[in-house]
């Protein structure tokens, strides 16, 4: 009677050991979305920089355009399908998402009209768990996003997700960064936010992460997490006339070491090898 016992401890134990390492075996997707106070033309070109990357790490990427200050057309998906054009049966999901032709996909949340306006709460609704669903399909998700006129993302998924803001080391980006987290501090209160500082040197960036991260804390009791800087480098626009990432075409440029570690810090495969080796001990 006492093997038996013992036996079915150990089985019970095994079967936990086991779900457990196929738990924390099994990526969550991870949803971030990067607002710019920098000029709007950068954009396409940080996130397809960011997921180059990721990509390269084994994890599917999809950059999700939804906002209405960067243009359809430099991702090239002017012509595609919105989601929100699958909640309205005007297409399919499978025909909404794009491959980019450099490992990652690219698919829009909306045209870009109307992200400014919210959507009803039932549409809402619709087009988040559908974002949800695709959402189970990649590891990271990297989203060009942009407020509405609630001060809000456009989905719930979204703003329950990480969010970004890139910004210059210039007075008037600094000060639209400050007001872009005020706005969703208004809506949302208290959270994080991480800061990436474009065009400017390690030095520089330091210097207006520290400045702004001291006013989010005294005035908001909000922290800030600083990505890195992104220096100057005019192998970034080399790169982007050649339609590749400055990481491909020029990996030893200054410009792709900095994104490199950005991209790290992104990337949730660092945090799963971490948790899958945990796994394995038990």
Do not use: W
Not at 10 to 30: E, F, H
Not at 79 to 94: G, R, W
Not at 181 to 201: E, H, M, P, T, W
Not at 253 to 281: E, F, N, P, V
């Amino acid at each position: 009677m006492l093997n038996f016992q013992n036996n079915q401890n150990r089985k019970i134990q095994n079967d936990q050991a086991a779900g457990l390492r196929r738990i924390m075996a099994t990526p969550r997707p991870r949803v971030v979305s990067i607002l710019s106070t920098a000029p709007s033309r950068d954009q396409a070109r940080l996130m397809a920089n960011l997921a180059t990357p990721i990509v390269a790490h084994g994890n599917d990427v999809l950059i999700l355009h939804a906002s209405h200050e960067s243009s359809e057309s430099i991702y090239e998906i002017n012509k595609l399908p919105a989601l929100l054009d699958v909640i309205n049966s005007e297409s399919l999901l499978q025909s909404a998402i794009k491959n980019s032709g450099n490992g990652f996909s690219v698919a829009k949340l909306m045209p870009a009209h109307q992200v400014g306006k919210p959507l009803d709460s039932f549409l809402g609704e619709q087009l988040n768990a559908i974002f949800i669903g695709l959402a189970q399909q990649y590891e990271i998700i990297l989203v060009d996003a942009a407020l509405n006129s609630n001060h809000l993302l456009p989905l719930k998924a979204l703003n329950e997700g990480e969010i970004i803001i890139k910004l210059t080391h210039q007075p008037e980006s600094i000060k639209e960064a400050y007001a872009l987290i005020k706005k969703i501090y208004g809506q949302l209160g208290s959270r994080s936010f991480g800061i990436i500082v474009d065009n400017a040197s390690e030095s520089q960036a330091q210097l207006v992460f520290d400045n702004i991260s001291q006013v989010a804390r005294r005035f908001m009791q909000i922290e800030l997490e600083y990505f890195g800087a992104i220096p100057p480098d005019v192998h970034l626009s080399r790169a982007a006339k050649l339609g590749r990432s400055v990481i491909e075409a020029f990996p030893l440029a200054s410009a792709s070491a900095a994104l490199k570690q950005i991209a790290q810090r992104l990337d949730g495969r660092h945090d799963q090898a971490a948790k899958t080796k945990l796994a394995s001990l038990i």
